[in-house]
T-cell receptor, first 111, second 115 residues
Framework: GEDVEQSLFLSVREGDSSVINCTYT??????LYWYKQEPGAGLQLLTY?????DMKQDQRLTVLLNKKDKHLSLRIADTQTGDSAIYFC???????????FGTGTSLTVIP | DGGITQSPKYLFRKEGQNVTLSCEQN?????MYWYRQDPGQGLRLIYY???????QKGDIAEGYSVSREKKESFPLTVTSAQKNPTAFYLC??????????????FGDGTRLSIL
């Protein structure tokens, strides 16, 4: 299957910016997504970017896509303790309805 | 409100027993998916279904079975052949194939443990 890689852990201080990174190997993806998972819950869709875009901003969230390097990032401005969760990147493939998820990054926000 | 309902939230299995996890959606989505989540391993695809009465194996289908008799329902059976079933199971759905932004929507998960 597709390889989608993320760092496992990230710690930031409250009020700082968080940057969560994701790399993937297949260039035929159409849309790329960021999901948030709180303990014991399902995945909640945060934001997405179409594969022909470089950047998308949505309130405190900024998504950057470098298609040449197959690198996706999620920046959370003014990180709050409520942002502590696991964050998954995912790509939807061009053919069929397959999705590939990264391994997830556990974000800890230190008060 | 539209959404995906998984039940039960917690489930316990005895040795040699089959158990069935329920997943129901009222989003009118064609595609449904089952994932297994283990700590530090992200989501692994067990089975998916693009349409009623059709489904395909994912990366880790061994020891699992599914059915898709109705559009809104996609139950997962964990059979006794699955030797390490303890995990968090997530069901998801998405609209049919086609263009446009069609993300997956997730239920709240079922945690399965061995007695």
């Amino acid at each position: 299957g597709e390889d989608v890689e993320q760092s496992l852990f990230l710690s930031v201080r409250e009020g700082d910016s968080s940057v969560i990174n994701c790399t993937y190997t297949d260039s035929s993806s159409t849309y790329l997504y960021w999901y948030k998972q709180e303990p014991g819950a399902g995945l909640q869709l945060l934001t997405y970017i179409f594969s022909n875009m470089d950047m998308k901003q949505d309130q405190r969230l900024t998504v950057l896509l470098n298609k040449k390097d197959k690198h996706l990032s999620l920046r959370i401005a003014d990180t709050q303790t409520g942002d502590s969760a696991i964050y998954f990147c995912a790509e939807r493939m061009n053919t069929g309805n397959q999705f590939y998820f990264g391994t997830g990054t556990s974000l800890t926000v230190i008060p | 409100d539209g959404g995906i309902t998984q039940s039960p939230k917690y489930l316990f299995r005895k040795e040699g027993q089959n158990v069935t996890l329920s997943c129901e959606q009222n989003l009118n989505h064609d595609a449904m998916y089952w994932y297994r989540q283990d700590p530090g391993q992200g989501l692994r695809l067990i089975y998916y279904s693009q349409i009623v009465n059709d489904f395909q194996k994912g990366d880790i289908a061994e020891g699992y079975s599914v059915s898709r008799e109705k559009k809104e329902s996609f139950p997962l059976t964990v059979t006794s052949a699955q030797k390490n079933p303890t995990a968090f199971y997530l069901c998801a759905s998405s609209p049919s194939t086609g263009g446009g932004n069609q993300p997956q929507h997730f239920g709240d998960g079922t945690r399965l443990s061995i007695l």
